[in-house]
């Protein structure tokens, strides 16, 4: 038991970095998951455009006639 220091250390050393890597990964995922609701907002933008102008256009059409 005389080297339980240096397996303190090493096992401190080991939780640290696993501790910072899950830091790290979490941040990052975090910012896909912004990154996602951005696009899903931007898609469902651009999937309703085209239904929204097709709408305007119907509704022209019939008021004129």
Known sequence: MEHFGFLFAAYSIIFAAIFLYVIFIWRRQVALDAQLRALETKLAAL???????????????????
Do not use: I, R, Y
Request: charged share 15%.
């Open 47 to 65: 999937s309703n455009a085209p239904a929204l102008q097709q709408d305007a256009l119907q509704s022209e059409s019939h008021s004129k006639t």
